[in-house]
């Protein structure tokens, strides 16, 4: 059974910093990308990052660019997303998940942990 644990979040200052956790299990992720999406209140899941599993190639949306970087960790079997200058506008549930083959749509993800909340006063 695929689980996916997040951890990290909570409440932060503008221009401060969060680093998130996904602990992954229950299968091996070669071939997989590692996803890190986002929802606010009101809004639909967007892309934040992602990774591949197995090369270490990144991938992220525009906004977040040279403020979040996505990692991962074989040997925790963990991806973590760093977020520094951290804006109001980042405030949302922030979710971890893995798909095979796929990077930005959330509809072709196939696993999907519970979300933790990232709040950035202003």
Known sequence: QVQLVESGGGLVQAGGSLRLSCAASGRTFSGYYMGWFRQAPGKEREFVAAVSW?????????????????????????????MNSLKPEDTAVYYCAAARGARYSPH??????????????S
Do not use: M, P
């Open 108 to 121: 072709e993800y196939d696993y999907w942990g519970q979300g933790t909340q990232v709040t950035v006063s």
């Open 54 to 82: 197995s090369v270490g190639s990144t991938y992220y949306t525009d906004s977040v660019k040279g403020r979040f970087t996505i990692s991962r960790v074989y040997a925790k079997n963990t991806v973590y997303l760093q």
